[in-house]
């Protein structure tokens, strides 16, 4: 039996835009489906939330003269675009999926309600969230916390553009060392940014560990998901990085 019978995977809106992290790149969008679809034949139950970075991220409210809470607002209207392409690409690999979204769009997605995203799960569906929280101010790195507990998913993969958590940013320091393992108090206090405080917090209360790793190398997913050693594992153990 697998380590972790049910997971959530977060991945962003950069990661969809492939190599400009920008748009749709149709390549990026069909390997994350094809990584889902290993997830999903290991017989582990799967949620996906998306982010929206491919579309809003460094817009700035005060450039644009428009407030944060409707910046905020625009990314998470976004975040259903995203999941509508993901759900597209990985029904193309002939595993059934459902939309569950916060913000309320009944022609296309269905709205989020903790049982039924369960239930679907149960039944071997692909639930892909969108809508983050449905607050502003609030990150999809919040949002993946907030459903992984809610949907009790016993562990969070974080894809990236990166294999793991590094002391600084690996793209600006290629010296920079990379941790096998952390804590989430120390990913706090050393504020290294994979995810929020919050989102680190709540992981924490909770008992869900974080598997950081790049999804630019395929066949990594099921690596994570299977609890082989790769990335960066983020948890409570004192166990040194």
Do not use: W
């Amino acid at each position: 039996m697998p380590p972790y019978p049910r997971i959530l995977l977060k991945v962003s809106g950069e990661t969809l835009g492939g190599d400009a992290g920008s748009g749709f790149d149709r390549d990026a969008i069909q390997m994350i489906a094809t990584e889902i679809r290993d997830v999903c034949a290991a017989g582990i139950e799967l949620a996906v939330v998306v982010g929206a970075g491919n579309f809003v991220r460094g817009i700035e409210s005060d450039t644009l003269g428009i407030e944060r809470a409707t910046v905020d607002y625009m990314g998470m209207t976004a975040t259903i675009l995203n999941a509508l392409a993901l759900q597209s690409a990985v029904e193309g690999q002939g595993y059934p999926t459902r939309v569950l979204s916060v913000i309320q769009v009944d022609q296309v997605v269905e709205p989020y309600i903790r049982r039924r995203a369960q239930r679907h799960m149960e039944k071997g569906r692909v639930v892909i969230l969108a809508g983050g929280t449905g607050n502003p101010y609030c990150t999809t790195d919040t949002a993946a916390a907030l459903r992984s507990i809610e949907l009790d998913c016993r562990a969070i993969l974080k894809a990236t553009k990166v294999d793991g958590i590094y002391t600084e940013d690996p793209m600006k320091n290629p010296n920079a060392l990379k941790y096998d393992h952390i804590t989430y108090r120390q990913a706090i206090r050393e504020n290294l940014r994979i995810m929020d405080s919050t989102a680190f917090t709540m992981c924490e209360e909770h008992h869900v560990p974080i598997v950081v790793y790049s999804i630019k190398q395929p066949g990594n997913t099921i690596l994570a998901a299977t609890g082989k050693p790769i990335g960066t594992t983020v948890d409570s153990h004192e166990s040194g990085a």
